[in-house]
């Protein structure tokens, strides 16, 4: 009986000490951004590239690089400024490796478009992007959206600059 007795005393400790402890650590969201930028983002050149960071956000306020763990939704948006053409999708133009890594590839477009059209104050707005969502363990990050300069522009009087140069 006594055997009996410890064994339950145990199981009963074990339960209260599960099931009082609050509810344990969750990730409660996960956030993405592109490493070393701030603001607007700039895919600049054929072979540029950008490194993503996802992050887990746990309930305790722990966060987690989950970068390498995450899958990637890659959403063209928008026209090439050069050709007016919708933007292809993705593995044209812009790829996305398993690590993060975005890289402007074949074929080179400008997504940008100066609204002054002068080379020295050029007030550069973008017309297409590529928007990316990072998914992991279920959870959605917010997009961050990519505008492409990996082509010399063809707009009038800007001699080719595309996009602001960071």
């Known amino acids: 009986m006594k055997?009996?007795?410890i064994l339950v005393t145990l199981l009963s400790a074990l339960?209260?000490?599960?099931t009082s402890c609050g509810t344990g650590d969750k990730i409660g969201s996960v956030s993405?951004?592109?490493?070393?930028?701030?603001?607007?983002?700039?895919?600049?050149g054929l072979g540029g590239t950008l490194q993503l960071n996802v992050i887990a956000n746990y309930t305790s306020g722990k966060l987690i690089n989950e970068t390498n763990f995450a899958t990637y939704t890659v959403?063209?948006?928008?026209?090439?400024?050069?050709?007016?053409?919708?933007?292809s999708n993705s593995p044209l133009t812009l790829t996305i490796s398993n690590t993060g890594m975005v890289t402007?590839?074949?074929?080179?477009?400008?997504?940008?478009?100066?609204?002054?059209?002068?080379?020295?104050?050029?007030?550069?707005?973008?017309?297409g992007d590529y928007k990316i969502i990072a998914t992991y363990r279920g959870f959605t990050s917010q997009p961050v959206f990519i505008p492409l300069a990996s082509a010399a522009s063809s707009q009038s009087g800007l001699q080719g600059q595309c996009g602001p140069k960071s």
């Open 32 to 44: 993405m951004t592109v490493a070393g930028t701030t603001g607007t983002v700039n895919l600049v």
């Open 3 to 5: 055997p009996t007795r």
């Open 104 to 127: 402007a590839v074949d074929p080179a477009v400008c997504t940008w478009f100066s609204t002054t059209g002068l080379p020295a104050t050029p007030g550069w707005a973008y017309v």
């Open 15 to 18: 339960v209260f000490l599960t």
């Open 75 to 87: 959403t063209a948006e928008g026209i090439d400024n050069n050709t007016g053409l919708a933007l």
